[in-house]
């Protein structure tokens, strides 16, 4: 139970206060935590100091994101119940955590540590840091949503970008690494994370009970069948078709651009090795940064674009162009640098872009009741997708090569592996409709049309 100034009751928004001190709020917890996609800037101290492989230097991170969707599904009843504010300085205390747990274990050679600290402790801050903004941001934004959520959950795309460099500096150069110097290098991250996230835990506010913006009042009708007035409690909407329609859309968009992001760099170089102007390890380190700015990118206008078009038309765009754009891919191969190279930046736009809009799309459908409890329990489809991705591209490349076979034919088969889960997604999406009155809370119509009388 949360206690004291965490309590939600002590965070309540005095009169006056301005909506747009939240977002930099939630952006102050995503862009500390969004320095899980700066991982890999790790794995090679680890590897030279510790003596570990590759596989068991990614093991922090894959742990962490799959502690990522399981604290998300399993504490986001927690996160509605006390705030969040309580969330966020449970994330803080457990990321941060993390990073000093992981200090400890490279200093002593502890491997184990670097595990449990980063992946398992710094892994729940991960999950419950990402849902705890979301709800408060919807009830702050009920006439912009999917802006609202693009803001915050762009700085987890973002949060890589100043993530990767300043922990390589940190780091210096190979020759300087010691398990002195990477202990230290992950004491000050939890240090500095902490100060930081901080910001977020007291500046953020709900807002009083019944509260609107200036001059915008709720259509009764919404205009759109697609939005509910009623409001859905978790426990009912995963006993929804249209909760496990979203799950599918969201598992295999990610899928589909994670299969990318997560090979970007081998990719890029695989696929134009057999040309005549072959790409270097700089080339190809661009591209991942371009692939990090648009995910980022992607997040904030794609999600805002959605309160202008609607939910259901935006994820036709994420889901049937990201297909096209996979085709091309396919069918081009490396004729085209630019192409490949425009199609990839397009696609990781898209998978940003359905991170953003899918809380917003959950609140169309479910009301703004228990949305963050929700969007928690959704973000399993994350941790599927998370392992799904990397599995099929990876697998398929290393069986090519053992056939082998090079270049573009190393990713040909997983390429259409993609467009057909994208074209599961389209379908999924086409499939969702407004949820049946009898999953409703029996206080909503009654809440609603008081709320009409007195306005």
Request: aromatic content about 12%.
């Amino acid at each position: 139970m949360a206690l004291g100034f965490l309590d939600r009751s002590h965070s309540v928004a005095p009169a006056g206060w301005s909506r747009w001190l939240i977002p930099p709020a939630a952006l102050s917890v995503h862009l500390a935590i969004g320095q899980a996609y700066a991982w890999s800037v790790f794995k090679p101290p680890l590897e030279k100091t510790l003596g570990l492989t590759g596989t068991q230097s990614a093991l922090p991170f894959q742990l962490g994101i799959v502690m990522l969707g399981l604290s998300a599904a399993f504490g986001g009843t927690l996160v509605e119940r006390n705030g969040p504010r309580w969330a966020m300085f449970v994330s803080m205390t457990c990321f941060s955590s993390g990073f000093l747990i992981s200090a400890l274990g490279v200093a002593t050679r502890q491997y184990w540590l670097v595990v449990v600290g980063y992946g398992f402790v710094g892994g729940i801050g991960l999950g419950i840091g990402y849902i705890s903004p979301v709800s408060t941001l919807i009830k702050w934004f009920p006439d912009r949503p999917g802006m609202a959520t693009g803001i915050a959950i762009m700085g987890f795309g973002g949060g890589a970008l100043i993530a990767s460099p300043w922990s390589s500096q940190m780091l210096g150069a190979a020759a300087n690494w010691t398990t002195g110097v990477v202990a230290v290098a992950f004491g000050v991250h939890g240090v500095v994370y902490a100060v930081f996230m901080s910001l977020g835990v007291f500046l953020v506010r709900v807002p009083p009970d019944g509260w609107r913006p200036a001059g915008w009042t709720p259509k009764t009708d919404n205009g759109n069948a697609m939005i509910t007035t009623a409001d859905v409690s978790a426990a009912n909407a995963i006993k929804t078709p249209q909760f496990w329609c979203l799950w599918v859309i969201l598992c295999f968009n990610v899928t589909a651009g994670i299969g990318i992001l997560e090979k970007a760099s081998p990719m890029i170089t695989d696929f134009f090795k057999q040309t005549s102007v072959p790409v270097g390890a700089g080339a190809a380190a661009g591209f991942v940064a371009l692939l990090s700015l648009t995910n980022m990118l992607g997040r904030f206008v794609w999600s805002s674009t959605s309160d202008l078009v609607g939910r259901r038309n935006i994820y036709r765009l994420y889901l049937g162009a990201g297909a096209l754009l996979y085709l091309v891919i396919a069918l081009t191969t490396n004729s085209s640098k630019l192409l490949f190279v425009l199609c990839a930046l397009v696609i990781l736009s898209f998978y940003g872009g359905g991170f953003a809009t899918i809380p917003a799309y959950l609140k169309d459908l479910f009301g703004t009741f228990q949305v963050g409890a929700i969007h928690g329990r959704l973000l399993t489809a994350w941790s599927t997708a998370g392992v799904l991705g990397p599995l099929i591209v990876n697998a398929i490349a290393d069986g090519q090569k053992s056939a082998g076979k090079q270049g573009p034919d190393l990713y040909t088969t997983s390429f259409y592996i993609m467009i057909g889960l994208l074209v599961i997604g389209f379908v999924a999406n086409e499939l969702v409709r407004p949820v049946n009155p009898k999953f409703h809370e029996p206080a909503a119509g009654a809440a609603v049309r008081a709320e009409g009388k007195a306005a």
